[in-house]
């Protein structure tokens, strides 16, 4: 692992790591209101670890929330390399994913419940520094809008890519349904947790492909999945009914609520910019100065990751009060605040 941080960190062009010593904190278990518990990995330098012990002040934190798992790529992305540069990072498991109770409901409102009670649990934890920001891509930005929505004094900035608040300006595209994206979308989670669950993603392209071409869209779950998935049912439904699991599954009341730093990363090719733009748009309006970087990529890909990660490190960074002795390395480079709203550039 430490070999696939020093590759990582070549070819992302990140900041130099102060340390590869760190202390992984392995199933921390998170209660939730309604019994559920959700696993949580915390990473952290042996060394700030130490020195916290014996002194007031502990490291910033950076918290994200993942359906993808804690270990491997995550743990990689969102762990290692955050405690590497001298933050301590909580990566939790979403419900009913990688070993986490309760049942997985995408995009719906037990992930602000979630992230809040997650926040209460870490206000008892003695490593706890009394604020934290979030970081994470896609779904992992998603989430994060889901913990805007309510009332925590404890969130200091959020650094979000490739995500929007409204998820059904993603799943319903001008009211025609995203078939391939979310075919593709449950049958990762789907496979997710079994072993090589990435390259299994990648080798059953050619199943997908082949399920896209079946009929009738309500039977492509039990085809792809292997099992009636509720939720590919509700994305399908229409009327009344549909309008109201819509509601319940939307986060846009965080742009009116969020008052802290944020930092967004997009690509000119990825599914979720028009909802991206519009939350942008929707926060200059109020008189915010979000940050916003547009490249041109799509949504999974290598040169975002690396982007995201570059720009999250130093805006998270500047905003958490990193020491100067850790800040030095991770001081903002191509972020900044746009000055105007990019949905009107060509």
């Not at 990529?297 to 999250?312: C, K, P, T, V, Y």
């Not at 030095?328 to 009107?344: E, L």
Request: with cysteine; charged share 20%; net charge neutral.
């Amino acid at each position: 692992m430490t070999l696939l941080t020093r590759v990582l960190e070549r070819t992302a062009k990140l900041p130099a790591a102060h340390t590869r010593d760190l202390l992984i904190e392995h199933d921390l278990r998170v209660p939730m209101p309604d019994g559920a518990v959700l696993l949580a990995d915390r990473y952290v330098a042996r060394p700030l670890a130490r020195a916290a012990a014996g002194a007031s002040a502990n490291p910033p934190l950076v918290l994200v929330r993942s359906p993808y798992g804690r270990r491997s790529v995550w743990g990689l992305l969102a762990g290692r390399m955050f405690a590497e540069r001298g933050f301590q990072s909580v990566v939790q498991s979403c419900r009913g994913t990688f070993g986490s109770g309760g049942a997985l409901d995408p995009f719906g409102p037990s992930e602000g419940t979630d992230a809040v009670a997650t926040v209460d649990w870490l206000r008892e934890q003695r490593w706890y520094p009394g604020s934290f920001g979030t970081f994470g891509p896609s779904y992992l930005g998603i989430v994060q809008w889901a913990l805007a929505a309510h009332d925590v004094p404890d969130l200091k900035a959020m650094a979000i890519q490739v995500a929007c608040t409204d998820v059904r300006s993603m799943i319903r595209q001008n009211g025609s349904f995203a078939l391939q994206t979310m075919l593709e979308w449950i049958d990762q989670v789907a496979h997710a947790e079994r072993p090589l669950g990435l390259v299994r993603q990648q080798l059953r392209q050619r199943a997908i492909l082949a399920v896209q071409r079946t009929l009738p869209l309500g039977g492509m779950d039990l085809l792809s999945a292997g099992h009636r998935v509720p939720y590919w049912q509700d994305w399908l439904a229409d009327g009344d009914q549909a309008d109201a699991f819509w509601r319940a599954h939307s986060f846009t009341a965080a742009l009116d609520r969020v008052s802290v730093p944020v930092c967004m990363v997009g690509g000119w090719h990825d599914i979720f910019l028009p909802g991206q733009l519009s939350d942008y748009d929707a926060l200059v309006a109020r008189g915010l100065r979000p940050e916003l970087t547009i490249g041109p990529w799509r949504h999974a890909d290598n040169d975002i990751a690396a982007a995201g990660l570059r720009e999250s490190l130093a805006f998270l960074g500047a905003h958490l009060g990193m020491p100067a002795a850790a800040s030095a390395s991770a001081a903002p480079s191509a972020s900044r605040p746009a000055a105007a709203s990019p949905s009107a550039a060509a």
